[in-house]
């Protein structure tokens, strides 16, 4: 079997994740992955600032657009990853990880799909432009996003998409860890989650290279 890694989230601008071409992997262990100056992204580290955020009534869903002085882009919660957008506020200025997506819903082309969300100091914000001058050189012009495809225009359309859950995929990984190896029954006996979101979110972790599956037991990737 080939050994597999987990991607590294990239520091990088937001301008640079617009020059690259996004590329949907169909492959079981590989995540989706977008090409710049020949790296392969899957995973950002972005310090921006929030300059807009949405929010459904129900609560199962939020977005924050976010301005790191290159370009904007879009972060998206569902379900319990809502948890990690809530009591961020328009203003503040955010470490975030996540996953890159490609939008088929708004048009917006990319997104990041929170997955780490902290609000942090101003100082640390001049600290990461430093370090991206550094590795990368100033942005060559702002990237200047006219418009975003306005969210409550695409309520119907969110509410079909499939829900990751982050508590969920974090509760079958600690479960995973803790017998070493496990199969689907005792999953589903010990997390008491419905049987669909469990196939769901094994398939996930299956694709973003954090589990495997050797005859019918869930296996961590290390």
């Known amino acids: 079997m080939a050994n597999f890694e987990r991607q590294p989230a990239q520091k990088t601008w937001i301008s640079n994740l617009y020059s690259g071409t996004f590329v949907k992997s169909d492959e079981e262990f590989k995540p989706s992955y977008l090409i710049v100056n020949g790296k392969n992204i899957s995973r950002v580290n972005l310090v921006a600032?929030?300059?807009?955020?949405?929010?459904?009534?129900?609560?199962?869903y939020v977005s924050l657009i976010i301005d790191d002085g290159s370009a904007q882009i879009r972060v998206k919660g569902w379900g319990d990853d809502c948890k990690?957008?809530?009591?961020?506020k328009k203003g503040d200025i955010i470490l975030l990880i996540g996953k890159i997506r490609?939008?088929?819903?708004?048009?917006?082309?990319?997104?990041v799909g929170a997955e780490i969300v902290k609000k942090i100091n101003p100082n640390f914000e001049v600290l990461r432009r430093l370090e991206l001058i550094k590795d990368y050189?100033?942005?060559s012009g702002y990237i200047k996003k006219q418009f975003f495809a306005k969210e409550d225009y695409l309520i119907e359309d969110v509410e079909e998409i499939k829900i990751s859950s982050s508590s969920l995929r974090n509760n079958i990984l600690n479960s995973i860890e803790k017998g070493n190896d496990?199969?689907?029954g005792s999953l589903l006996k010990d997390l008491n989650c419905p049987e669909s979101d469990l196939?769901?979110?094994?398939?996930?972790?299956?694709?973003?290279?954090?589990?495997?599956?050797?005859?019918?037991?869930y296996k961590l990737l290390r």
Not at 84 to 88: A, P, S, V
Not at 102 to 111: C, M, P
């Open 49 to 60: 600032t929030v300059i807009d955020k949405y929010e459904k009534e129900d609560g199962n």
């Open 84 to 88: 990690l957008l809530k009591d961020i």
């Open 102 to 111: 490609e939008d088929n819903i708004s048009k917006d082309g990319i997104y």
């Open 137 to 139: 050189g100033k942005p």
């Open 182 to 184: 496990i199969d689907f």
């Open 199 to 217: 196939s769901y979110e094994l398939n996930e972790l299956i694709k973003d290279g954090e589990i495997f599956e050797v005859k019918g037991k």
